[in-house]
Nanobody
Framework: QVQLVESGGGLAQPGDSLRLSCLASGNILSINAMGWFRQAPGQLRELVASIRSDGRTNYAESVKGRFTISRDNPKNTVYLQMNSLKPEDTAIYYC?????????????????WGQGTQVTVNS
């Protein structure tokens, strides 16, 4: 069983910064990509940023230059540093991890999701 737990969301004003954290725990052999997604009311869930196990990153155009994703592999943790927040960043932010676990026939990779953390940006 694998669990992802996010923390760090909350209320911010435009221009403020927040840092999200996501800890993966359980029967983890390794983690490939980790990422952050968000979903605003009435909108589809969208990718915010992702990071591979080798450190390569990918960002949505809307957050480039403002958000930074990083990870601590020994701690199975991924972070999202959000600077210069805007009202349009308001959403529920979800952590995702592609986790390799033991399986009867060897190993299996599956995507796991956290429960989400609310980020609200308004004045």
């Amino acid at each position: 069983q694998v669990q992802l737990v996010e923390s760090g969301g909350g209320l911010a004003q435009p221009g403020d910064s927040l840092r999200l954290s996501c800890l993966a725990s359980g029967n983890i052999l390794s983690i490939n990509a980790m990422g952050w997604f968000r979903q605003a009311p009435g909108q589809l869930r969208e990718l915010v940023a992702s990071i591979r196990s080798d450190g390569r990153t990918n960002y949505a155009e809307s957050v480039k230059g403002r958000f930074t994703i990083s990870r601590d592999n020994p701690k199975n943790t991924v972070y999202l540093q959000m600077n210069s927040l805007k009202p349009e960043d308001t959403a529920i932010y979800y952590c995702m991890a592609e986790v390799v676990v033991s399986a009867r026939t060897g190993t299996r990779e599956s995507a796991y999701w956290g429960q989400g953390t609310q980020v609200t940006v308004n004045s």
